[in-house]
């Protein structure tokens, strides 16, 4: 039984330096055509601390993984509706 509890010890440290991703569910405004979802994903990816964006054309909403630690929520908005496109946070993703 020795040997987990070493692995576990070894792995504390690295996980805290590694906060697991949120996601967040944008709500977006003004979304017309294919391209305009381009233009979002281009915007949002651009956030420091996004790790990976989703924008659904058909839902007119953004999915978006991020680093809680380097953004949040309003910093994604904000850059949605810089480029163009403002938007609301979707459902209860905000704590
Ligand atoms: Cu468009």
Same mark, same amino acid.
């Given at each position: 039984?020795?040997?987990?509890?070493?692995?576990?010890?070894?792995?504390?440290? %690295?996980?805290?330096?590694?906060?697991?991703?949120?996601?967040?569910?944008? =709500?977006?405004?003004?979304?017309?055509?294919?391209?305009? !979802?381009?233009?979002?994903?281009?915007?949002?990816?651009?956030?420091?601390?996004?790790?990976?964006?989703? %924008? =659904?054309?058909?839902?007119?909403?953004?999915?978006?993984?991020?680093?809680? =630690?380097?953004?949040?929520?309003?910093?994604? %908005?904000?850059?949605?509706?810089?480029? @163009?496109?403002? !938007?609301?946070?979707? @459902? @209860?993703?905000?704590?």
């Amino acid at each position: 039984m020795r040997k987990p509890l070493a692995a576990l010890l070894i792995c504390l440290p %690295v996980s805290a330096f590694a906060a697991a991703p949120q996601t967040a569910v944008l =709500d977006i405004q003004n979304m017309t055509c294919s391209m305009c !979802s381009i233009t979002i994903h281009k915007a949002l990816e651009k956030v420091p601390g996004v790790i990976e964006a989703t %924008v =659904d054309y058909d839902h007119k909403t953004a999915t978006v993984k991020y680093d809680a =630690d380097k953004t949040s929520p309003s910093a994604l %908005v904000k850059a949605t509706t810089n480029a @163009g496109f403002p !938007s609301t946070l979707h @459902g @209860g993703g905000q704590k």
